[in-house]
Structure formats: structure tokens, C-alpha cells
């Protein structure tokens, strides 16, 4: 959230299954803060009006997250109103699966150590999942989404676009990406847009020519070989699946990302196979025998 000349916008909030903390970006010199459950609400000079419209903000932003945790706990199984289409109120029935480590029991695989935090982040998947057009599939890395590859037709291109996301992720945290020589002019905006467009290779000509305007010294780009050995530093990662993982291809591309921990909800014709991939590269795999297809 920033809060900064006169205006509040809302930025980031997180949903983090293990405690309801929030990312809080700052504008200008901050002179006030409120501090509350892991959240902050901070106020620029001379905005006594901002940080009462802040510190409300805070509050509905707490309530929503009481009402979400309370609706993911919901087993009352209570029909719900969905949405109104050219006259017709559509319905379904909720989700009332609860969501807790009872879920993360059958673990399939020979590995079967699963850290706390790779537990957790099996949770923040199944939630993200939840909550995502299908079909989809969610990376996650030390309690956050790095990865969300969502409303596709095939499963591996699911993981192709997660784990795609998830390599622009840490590549980001590369060395020469944080010593980047920009304009001093150029804005926080074109600067993320420009670092996107450093770690790509199918800029058009003109797009080229622009991205070049915003250094005042142009970056040479990573090589194949560059990128591959910083790839090879993201470990730990896991991936969840909003339906069964029906070929291997999934778990190959996966493990390029640093994918460790799979859960998914299993049953699919090539399980032997799924779980044979799992093996060769030393993963761990939990099948839940809950789908969450979103429509």
C-alpha cells in the first residue's frame, strides 16, 4: 500500500497462508505509522487526513482477512450466488473442503521428509489454486506466489508459464540487475519494464530502441550460460496443481525451476509415472484427492 501526497492506493496485499502479513510500500518521508498484527500503515508530512483514512482502510483490510480465514474454514457447505448473466442468477456449490496440514498426509514419493516451510507453502498454493481460473498451476518459494500460470488449455503449459514466472522471478535478484545504471529520470515503472524486457530475447527492433533510451549505460544481456548457472541457485520451490499432474513433462520442467515439493491431487492414468519422475530428481510429492477447478 502507499500512501504519499495526498492520496492512498492500494498496492500489494499478499496472501500469506501461514500469518495474514502485509507488503507495505512507502512514498516520501514517512512521519507517522501504525502498527498492527504484522501490518503497517504509514502517512507522508502533513497528512493527518491520510492516515485516518489509512488507519480505516487498515481496519476493513483486517476484517476482510478475518472473513476470508473464516470462509476457508467453512464446512457448512452453503450455496452461494455466483453471478448474473443475461438475466439468469447463476449458483454453485462452495468449495467446503478446509484447508490444513491433514491434507499434506499421503506423500507418494520415496522422499517423504517435508519441512515446515515447504508445508506452508503447499497450503499457499492450495489457497492460490483455489481462487484461479483453471487450469492452473502455482510455484512457490519461503511463503510467497513467485509463479501463478493460470486459464490454460494443457497442463504443461500451466507449468511452463508458472515456472516461467518464477525464472523472471529470481532472475531479477541477479547481480547485474540490481546494478543497473538507469536514467535518473526514468520512473519506477519503466524501470520494472525495462529489467522484464533485459531478461528477454524476442524484443521487436523498435522495442529494442526504446528499452536502450532508459540506461545511461546499456547492460549487456546474460548469456545462455549465465542464466542457466544463476537458475541453478533457486532451490526449494514448490508447485501445486489444481488438478492431477497427467504426464512427466510437468515434473521435468518444474525441476529446471528448483521445484522440490509437489502437491496435487493425483489420479491420473500415468500416476506410476508421475511419481517415477518425482523419484529420479529427489522430490517430494503429496496427493491430496482434492481437485480445485475454478470455472
Known amino acids: 500500500m502507499v500512501l504519499g501526497d495526498g492520496h492512498v492506493r492500494r498496492m500489494a496485499i499478499p496472501l500469506l497462508a501461514a500469518s495474514m502479513a502485509s507488503v507495505v510500500y512507502v512514498a516520501g518521508p514517512v512521519v507517522a505509522s501504525v502498527w498492527a498484527n504484522d501490518s503497517a500503515v504509514a502517512a507522508s508530512p502533513d497528512s493527518k487526513e491520510d492516515l485516518s483514512i489509512a488507519i480505516e482502510h487498515q481496519k476493513r483490510r483486517e476484517q476482510f482477512q478475518q472473513q476470508l480465514l473464516k470462509t476457508e474454514t467453512d464446512t457448512s457447505g452453503k450455496v452461494r450466488p455466483d453471478l448474473w448473466r443475461k438475466g439468469v442468477e447463476h449458483q454453485k456449490q462452495m468449495k467446503v473442503a478446509p484447508y490444513s496440514y491433514d491434507l499434506l498426509d499421503n506423500v507418494v514419493t520415496r522422499r517423504r521428509d517435508i519441512p515446515d516451510t515447504a508445508s506452508r507453502d503447499m497450503l499457499l498454493a ?48 541477479h547481480p547485474l540487475v540490481l546494478g543497473m545504471a538507469f536514467r535518473q529520470d526514468l520512473d519506477r515503472v519503466d524501470r520494472d519494464n525495462a529489467v522484464d524486457q533485459f531478461l528477454r530475447d524476442d524484443l521487436t527492433p523498435a522495442e529494442e530502441a526504446l528499452w536502450r533510451q532508459g540506461f545511461v549505460d546499456v547492460p549487456l544481456r546474460l548469456t545462455a550460460e549465465e542464466n542457466r548457472d544463476w537458475l541453478d541457485g533457486l532451490k526449494g520451490v514448490t508447485l501445486g496443481s489444481d488438478a492431477y499432474i497427467p504426464f512427466r513433462d510437468n515434473v521435468d520442467r518444474a525441476h529446471a525451476s528448483g521445484v522440490e515439493f509437489i502437491v ?20 517430494a510429492m503429496v496427493c491430496t484427492g482434492l481437485r480445485l477447478f475454478h470455472h
Open 126 to 173: 492450495l489457497i492460490t489454486l483455489k481462487y484461479t481460473q483453471s487450469n492452473s498451476v502455482c510455484l512457490v518459494a519461503d511463503g510467497q506466489v513467485i509463479g501463478n500460470g493460470a486459464g490454460q488449455q494443457s497442463r504443461i503449459h500451466c507449468t511452463r508459464l508458472a515456472a516461467a514466472k518464477a525464472d523472471t522471478w529470481y532472475l531479477r535478484q
Open 264 to 283: 496435487q491431487p493425483g489420479g491420473a492414468m500415468r500416476s506410476a509415472d508421475i511419481i517415477a519422475a518425482c523419484d529420479e530428481y529427489g522430490m
